[in-house]
């Protein structure tokens, strides 16, 4: 399976990138990690894209890291439908007090998007 992750620097998203790094090992799956310019996150491209490489060391994971730079829903949801990508997989959902999932802009805009199956971590 040809797998689109795509991170902004959230917590959420770097729970994301753990999960999916760790299922692409165990299924075999062809993973690209795309780096969004998130206006949310206080992470740096940098900062993002070290963790990514620690992970994916840590898992002995080969993928493909791109930065995605404009609005990071419909760049995300453009690449992943440019390129055929299997699923797209993003982290995000958190339970406001009431227990309703409350989504972000971006795993919100990619929800309602993407012509492919998409994945929300939680």
């Known amino acids: 399976m040809d797998i689109l992750l795509g991170i902004g620097g959230s917590d959420d998203s ?18 690209t990690i795309a780096i969004l310019d998130n206006p949310e996150s206080d992470r740096a491209f940098d900062e993002i894209e070290s963790r990514v490489g620690e992970v ?17 829903g419909s760049r995300l949801v453009d690449l992943a439908e440019r390129e055929a990508f299997d699923q797209l997989v993003l982290g995000g959902g958190q339970r406001s007090p009431m227990g309703k999932i409350q ?11 993407s012509p492919i199956t998409v994945t929300l971590v939680r």
């Open 14 to 31: 770097l729970r994301a990138l753990e999960r999916t790094v760790e299922r692409a090992r165990l299924a075999g799956d062809d993973l």
């Open 56 to 72: 994916l060391d840590a898992e002995n994971v080969d993928a493909e890291v791109r930065h995605l730079s404009g609005d990071p």
């Open 103 to 113: 989504l972000g802009a971006i795993a919100e805009f990619v929800l309602l998007n």
